[in-house]
């Protein structure tokens, strides 16, 4: 759990990418990081970026990202960002009637169906009714926690 009310911050970043065949091309993707405001998340992509891209590169865009919690993997082949939405079952005592409320959680997994694999997991050790009622792969390249070491960084060998 993050200890911080940070949000999470959807942004936009355009560089030129050296492709395989050795050719420029201008590219943009998108990251999330968290942040406590816009100018946090401005000031840590561009952190993060600049160990990744050399050259020049804009951030684009910056908006608050619609995720209520990520869900991360130690997988080694979680490579890819899919958006889940999840719908809480509810009974309203007044009513006796079944209410559902949505959120949108982001889940890292190397597949669709290792996605609600990771979202089960998560939400099976809850005692919350709910359903699954959409998971889209997003075009996310990464996501940034706050003082987290991005997992590809730990030694292979620790002596």
């Not at 561009?46 to 951030?59: D, L, R």
Request: charged residues 35%; proline residues 1%; negative net charge.
């Amino acid at each position: 759990m993050r200890s911080r009310t940070a949000i999470w911050f959807e942004c936009k970043i355009a560089y030129e990418k050296v492709m395989e065949d050795g050719l420029q091309k201008k590219v943009t993707e998108n990251y999330v990081v968290d942040a406590l405001s816009f100018t946090e998340a401005e000031k840590r992509i561009m952190e993060e970026m600049s160990s990744y891209i050399s050259g020049e590169f804009t951030v684009k865009d910056i908006k608050i990202a619609p995720y209520g919690e990520i869900f991360f993997s130690d997988e080694e082949m979680a490579d890819r960002w899919y958006k889940c939405k999840l719908q809480f079952i509810t009974i309203d005592e007044k009513t006796d009637k079944e209410k559902r409320s949505n959120v949108n959680y982001l889940v890292q997994a190397g597949t669709l169906n290792g996605a609600v694999k990771n979202i089960d997991e998560v939400m099976g050790g809850t005692m919350i009714d709910y359903v699954i009622a959409s998971v889209a792969e997003t075009t996310l390249m990464d996501v940034f926690e706050y003082g987290k070491e991005k997992h590809d960084d730990k030694p292979e060998y620790d002596g």
